[in-house]
């Protein structure tokens, strides 16, 4: 198989598209968390620790050197822990609202896939195996009284 049809193929299928679309999604949904954690959550944590900017904090190894005319020879050495701090906060954001929103759209899919929910559409191959199943135990039940019958 060549390439461009292997490549055809891929795209055809949905794979590409779908891998497009979550990685724009994971970038906006990067943006939102980004401005959670600095505008929304950094604020108030700062203003409760006395005006603390937690990106400013770090502990300095190495002061940075200057020479006499003020021009820097050595660079400052530091562990800048503040912006750990900061990026574990956003870790810990994305992870909870990624935690609701699958869990909400696992809420809508079982009421979907539900037959007997009257609210939400069922989609029709979920509808075909619910028949499909009460046929089944239909037919079992009657083999059952059948076979307690001839014996």
Not at 118 to 127: G, W
Request: charged share 25%; aromatic share 8%; proline share 3%.
């Amino acid at each position: 198989m060549t390439f461009f049809k292997e490549f055809k193929e891929f795209a055809v299928k949905g794979n590409m598209m779908d891998m497009a679309i979550g990685i724009i999604i994971g970038a906006a949904f990067n943006q939102v968390i980004d401005v959670l954690v600095k505008k929304i959550f950094m604020p108030p944590l700062s203003l409760m620790t006395d005006g603390l900017n937690f990106q400013d904090k770090k502990y300095i190894l190495r002061e940075a050197i200057t020479d006499a005319t003020g021009t820097i020879t050595s660079q400052e050495v530091a562990i800048e822990y503040g912006t750990l701090f900061e990026t574990t906060l956003d870790f810990f954001i994305v992870g909870i609202t990624v935690f609701v929103v699958v869990k909400a759209m696992n809420q809508l899919k079982e009421k979907a896939q539900d037959p007997k929910n009257p609210v939400v559409k069922t989609p029709k191959d979920i509808e075909l195996l619910s028949k499909l199943n009460d046929l089944m135990e239909e037919q079992n039940a009657l083999l059952k009284t059948n076979n307690k019958s001839a014996l």
